[in-house]
């Protein structure tokens, strides 16, 4: 069976959820199928999907294949029941692109990414600062989303000065989650 009829076949079984806009994500964690090969799919660092070099154009197959995309070893795969194939990932695969403070206290935000997932930035999604002081969230199953610049921008303009042991950071929190925008 082909990648694509699969993920057609998965498409049509996921069950939606009571709001009836959203869809559950499949339980690509319990899927243990063998590798088939690696296919010409990247994602690129700005969240753009290409296939044969083609970008995807509909942002519905975008989230299609995202909802099956699984990351082991460092290393990103595209899995069904019965197929998984490795695909190249630049950086991250999702951007958060969008947030919001949930109430009028400032003290929940909310992330949303290029694809649309939803969540809270808290200690089940932290923010992390990469080695060249890029920063990721967790989105899910441990797929790292990139803060987008403009993102950062905001945050920066939100944050306060603190004094730590390593020298001034910028900070501000989240669901009880201290958020560090790094060392100034």
């Not at 010409?40 to 999907?49: M, Q, R, V, Y």
């Not at 695909?87 to 969008?98: C, G, K, M, R, S």
Request: aromatic share 10%; proline share 5%; charged share 25%.
């Amino acid at each position: 069976m082909s990648l694509e009829k699969s993920l057609d076949n998965i498409s049509t079984q996921i069950p939606s959820t009571a709001a009836g806009s959203e869809k559950k994500m499949p339980p690509v964690e319990l899927w243990d199928p063998p590798f088939c090969g690696d296919i010409d799919l990247e994602i690129k660092s700005d969240g753009s999907w290409f296939y044969n070099g083609t970008i995807f154009k509909r942002l519905a197959l975008v989230k299609l294949f995202a909802s099956v995309l699984k990351k082991e070893q460092g290393k990103y795969f595209l899995v069904t029941p019965v197929e998984k194939v490795g695909i190249v990932v630049e950086d991250a695969p999702f951007l958060i692109t969008q947030w919001q403070w949930l109430d009028e206290q400032k003290t929940t935000m909310q992330l949303t990414s290029n694809l649309d997932d939803s969540f809270i930035l808290n200690a089940e999604h932290p923010l992390e600062i990469s080695q060249d002081g890029s920063l990721y969230v967790n989105v899910r199953r441990n797929l790292p989303a990139k803060i987008h610049r403009n993102v950062y921008y905001q945050w920066a303009d939100l944050a306060h000065e603190e004094e730590t042991k390593n020298g001034t950071e910028l900070v501000f929190f989240s669901a009880g989650s201290r958020c560090s925008l790094g060392q100034i």
